[in-house]
């Protein structure tokens, strides 16, 4: 049997919503090529082209590495994103790792919501070719993270503040050099993480750490794209409608405006606006 134990890692927790209805509505031949190529594509792609807008108007990496460093497991509705220590750049790796699966998922037909923690986890392997083949993983941060992802009501992820103060921890001891520091004050005066008042299903409303999907280079380059054939609004609609998911429910409808509400507010994005008017309709699918 394979054993990984790790003291401390960052864990994602990320559901996809509608899965149920995903799963009752279309065949199982369907099925598997939704997963093949779509859920498997958000999962899979570990680059990190996460950029901050300079004074002087252009894009700059925010870090050197090129890709992230982490492991997932995807389990039917359910995927599990864990990194291979607490340390700043694992921080930033998972950070930037569900921003991309919430921006792709939503192109994809397969909205997520995401909860982020910190904390111990072990992994077990088993696997004899002929006769039996289990994994387990475990952890308390798994089921941390699971319970702030089932509170939300949106597309969007929670970040704990034991991760917040994780990094800050890391950030006194600095001893590297001062020119590869990235500090959380940076990581919130460039928008990458917010404070922000998170839509719960129930509970009393409070600010949380968020992390700022719209910054994913996807969604701007989209949002700002001279052809966009589709409002914003018609665009996470389809997320919640598509691959024969039912919209027509209330508990939809407020994951809907939730997200919508974030993207104006963080954005100033008009929901509503069409960059071009003329030509033939492009499925969203394709955009």
């Not at 004899?128 to 009501?153: F, R, W």
């Not at 389809?238 to 027509?248: E, V």
Request: hydrophobic share 35%; aromatic share 12%.
């Amino acid at each position: 049997m394979q054993e990984e134990h790790k003291q401390s890692v960052f864990v994602a927790f990320l559901d996809i919503m509608g899965y149920k209805q995903i799963v009752k509505n279309n065949t199982h031949e369907k099925l598997k090529d939704i997963y093949f190529y779509d859920v498997s594509t958000v999962t899979a792609y570990n680059y990190s082209p996460q950029k901050v807008l300079r004074s002087d108007g252009k894009y700059q990496a925010l870090d050197k590495a090129k890709r992230i460093n982490v492991k997932s497991l995807m389990v039917s509705d359910s995927v599990i994103v864990w990194t291979p220590d607490d340390s700043m750049q694992s921080f930033r790796d998972i950070l930037f790792k569900v921003n991309y699966m919430l921006v792709e998922s939503i192109f994809k037909g397969i909205p997520m919501r995401a909860g982020v923690c910190v904390g111990p986890i072990s992994l077990f392997i088993e696997d004899d070719i002929n006769t039996y083949s289990q994994m387990i993983l475990l952890g308390k941060p798994i089921v941390d993270a699971y319970e702030i992802s089932e509170k939300q009501n949106w597309t969007g992820c929670v970040i704990d503040k034991k991760c917040i103060d994780k990094y800050k921890e890391y950030e006194i001891q600095y001893s590297g050099d001062p020119s590869d520091l990235i500090k959380l004050e940076y990581l919130i005066n460039n928008k990458i993480l917010l404070k922000y008042n998170v839509p719960q299903k129930t509970g009393p409303i409070e600010e949380e750490y968020v992390p700022n999907w719209t910054l994913y280079p996807t969604w701007s380059k989209y949002v700002e794209g001279k052809r966009r054939y589709h409002t914003i609004e018609e665009t996470i609609r389809s997320a919640f409608s598509s691959l024969n998911k039912n919209p027509n429910e209330w508990s939809v409808e407020s994951k809907i405006w939730n997200t919508l509400k974030f993207i104006q507010e963080i954005t100033g994005a008009d929901i509503k606006e069409k960059k071009c008017f003329f030509g033939p309709t492009m499925p969203i699918e394709q955009i």
